[in-house]
C-alpha cells in the first residue's frame, strides 16, 4: 500500500492511498480459501469447489467487503501512523466511475481512495501559575434567608372565600374567553382559573380590571397584548376577556412555623430554612462560579493564539448562527433593533465561534495532559438529567442516545470541560473578594454570560438584559394566553 501526500497547507492535508491490484487479488483468494470448506454450491462436494468457480461466484462480493473494510480501517491508521489527529471524520473519496470500480472489483485495476481532512494545531502548554482571578463571594444573611422563607410561605399560603368585592391580593376563581376583532382564539380561554388580584402575572391592565368584583360578576375586560408577547399574532393586539367570576377569597395570615413546614412536606421550619438557605447558596455559587471561570477563559484566550481547524469553526459558527436567526425570527425583532447589521453580527460570531474552537483545544489538551476523565457514573447522571426534562419521553431519549454516537458526545462535553476548571483552580492564584449580592449580579446586566453564550452568542446590552430577566421565568401555558408570567408558586 503507498501512501502519499498530495496537500499539505497550513492544517490541511490530503492523502492519497494505493494498493495494488496484485494485494487486492491476494486478499481475495486468502478470503476465498476461508470459505472454500464453508460453502455448499449445487453439483460440487464440500470443499471440491474448483477455485475459479468460487472467484466467478464470490469474488466480487469479496472484494467489495474488503474495499469497505480498508475505507473504514485504514484511515485511522493512516493518521496514527503519521501522528495526526483528524479535527473532524476524515472526507474519503474514490472512483464514481463505473468501469473503473468493476476492473477494480474483479482485482483488474489498483483500488485508490484519497483522504482529506484537517489537522488538529500541536498546541504546547503554558504554565498556569500566571492566571490570576478574583472569586466573589455573598455571605447569606439571615434577613435574606427569611425573606425567601416568606415568599415561599405567601405562595403556600390559603385562602378563604369572603362577601363583597376584590381587592388586590385576594384571590379570584374565573371562566374567561378572550377575543381579537370579536372572534376567540387559541389559548385564550380557560375556566376555574385562580388569579391573586395584583400578582402581575396577567398581562397590563387585566388584574387591575378585576379589582372591584365579586362572585356572580360578568365582565368584559379590554386589554393590549404586549408588543413583545412571545404569540406572534397576539403581539402588540388589542384583545377583549369576557369573564365570569365565579368566587372571591381573601388571602389568610402567613406565619412562618412547622405546620407550614409539614404542608410543604418538610419537618420543622428550621428544616425550610436550611433548604431555602442551600437554594440561595446554590445560585450565588453558581453565578461566582460563572465569573471565575469566565476570567480563566478570558486569560487563556489571551495566552494561546494558533490557526483553528476550519471545519470545525464553521459548525460551530453555523450552530450559532441558526440560534441567533431563531431567536430573532420568534421575537419578531430585526439587526437593526440590536444596533448591528447582518454583516458585523456575523463577522463578530465568526470570531466567538474561533474563539470557543480554541478554547475548546486548549481546555481538551490541558484536560488530556493531567488525565482528567468523565466517569460512567457522571455520564449516567448526566443523561438520567436530560430524562428528567422531557417526562414521558424517557424511552425516545435513551433510544436516540444509543443509536447517534455524537450525542453521547454533547453530554460528555460539558462535563470534561467543568472538571478541567476545576483542575485550573487548584493550580492558580484565586482570591477571594466578598462582595454584596448586587455587586454580584452587576455585571450580568451588560454582557452575555458564557453559558448564555452558548446558546445564542453575546447580544447587545438591552437584549443580554432582556434575555437574563425571561430566563427566571417559566414559558408561558398553553391555555393562559392572558398570562405574561408564569405563576411564582412553587417557583422558589
Known amino acids: ?64 467487503d474488503l474495499v469497505n473494510e480498508i475505507v473504514r480501517e485504514q484511515p485511522t491508521a493512516i493518521l496514527a501512523e503519521r501522528g495526526e489527529k483528524s479535527a473532524t471524520q476524515p472526507e474519503i473519496a474514490m472512483t464514481e466511475d463505473k468501469d473503473e470500480a468493476e476492473q477494480i472489483l474483479a ?17 504546547e502548554l503554558k504554565s498556569n501559575k500566571g492566571i490570576k482571578i478574583t472569586r466573589e463571594v455573598v455571605d447569606i444573611s439571615e434577613e435574606e434567608v427569611n425573606e425567601q422563607v416568606l415568599k415561599v410561605a405567601e405562595s403556600a399560603r390559603s385562602y378563604e372565600t369572603k362577601k363583597g368585592k376584590a381587592a388586590n391580593g ?37 388584574e387591575d380590571q378585576l ?35 365565579k368566587d372571591v377569597a381573601a388571602p389568610a395570615d402567613v406565619e412562618i412555623n412547622d405546620e407550614l413546614a409539614k404542608k410543604l412536606g418538610l419537618e420543622s421550619a428550621d ?13 450565588y455559587g453558581s453565578m461566582t462560579r460563572q465569573k471565575v471561570k469566565r476570567q480563566i477563559l478570558d486569560q487563556l484566550d489571551e495566552m494561546y493564539k494558533f490557526e483553528t481547524p476550519a471545519s470545525l469553526v464553521d459548525a460551530e459558527y453555523n ?17 437593526e433593533d440590536e444596533d448591528t447589521t447582518e454583516e458585523k453580527a456575523r463577522e463578530e460570531y465568526k470570531k466567538l465561534a474561533e474563539r470557543r474552537v480554541r478554547l475548546g483545544l486548549v481546555l481538551s489538551e490541558i484536560g ?43 453530554i ?18 484565586v482570591t477571594d473578594k466578598k462582595v454584596t449580592k448586587e455587586e454580584l449580579l452587576a455585571d450580568e446586566e451588560g454582557e452575555a454570560s458564557e453559558k448564555e453564550a452558548k446558546k445564542a452568542a453575546p447580544k447587545k446590552k438591552a437584549a443580554a438584559k432582556a434575555e437574563a430577566a425571561e430566563g427566571e421565568e417559566a414559558a408561558p401555558k398553553k391555555k393562559a394566553a392572558p398570562k405574561k408570567k408564569a405563576s411564582e408558586e412553587g417557583a422558589e
Request: charged letters at 30%.
Open 1 to 64: 500500500m503507498q501512501v502519499i501526500e498530495t496537500l499539505a497547507e497550513g492544517l490541511k492535508r490530503e492523502i492519497k492511498v494505493v494498493i495494488p491490484a496484485k494485494d487486492m487479488e491476494v486478499k481475495m483468494n486468502e478470503r476465498l480459501a476461508d470459505v472454500k470448506d464453508k460453502v455448499r454450491i449445487n453439483g460440487f462436494r464440500p470443499g471440491k469447489v474448483p477455485a475459479a468457480h468460487l472467484k466467478k461466484v464470490y469474488g466480487k462480493s469479496i472484494m467489495a
Open 107 to 123: 482485482a483488474q485495476k489498483d483500488f485508490e481512495f484519497t483522504l482529506s481532512y484537517e489537522v488538529l494545531p500541536p498546541i
Open 170 to 206: 385576594d384571590r379570584i376563581t374565573m371562566d374567561y374567553v378572550g377575543k381579537v376583532d370579536g372572534v376567540a382564539f387559541e389559548g385564550g380561554t380557560d375556566q376555574g382559573a385562580e388569579l391573586v388580584l395584583g400578582s402581575g402575572r396577567f398581562i397590563p391592565g387585566f
Open 211 to 245: 379589582v372591584g368584583t365579586k362572585a356572580g360578576d360578568e365582565k368584559t375586560i379590554t386589554v393590549t397584548f404586549p408588543a413583545d408577547y412571545p404569540a406572534k399574532n397576539l403581539a402588540g393586539q388589542e384583545a377583549t376577556f369576557d369573564v365570569s367570576v
Open 271 to 283: 428544616r425550610l430554612k436550611e433548604i431555602v438557605r442551600g437554594q440561595i447558596e446554590s445560585q
Open 319 to 335: 450552530g450559532i448562527w441558526n440560534q441567533v436567526a431563531n431567536d430573532l425570527a420568534q421575537s419578531g425583532k430585526t439587526f
Open 368 to 410: 488530556e495532559k493531567a488525565g482528567v476523565e468523565v466517569s460512567e457514573d457522571e455520564m449516567q447522571r448526566a443523561i438520567y438529567e436530560q430524562l428528567r426534562q422531557y417526562p414521558g419521553q424517557e424511552k425516545q431519549i435513551l433510544d436516540f442516545f444509543r443509536s447517534q454516537p455524537g450525542a453521547a458526545a454533547s
Open 412 to 429: 460528555r462535553a460539558p462535563i470534561f470541560e467543568e472538571k478541567v476548571i476545576d483542575h485550573l483552580l487548584t493550580e492558580i492564584d
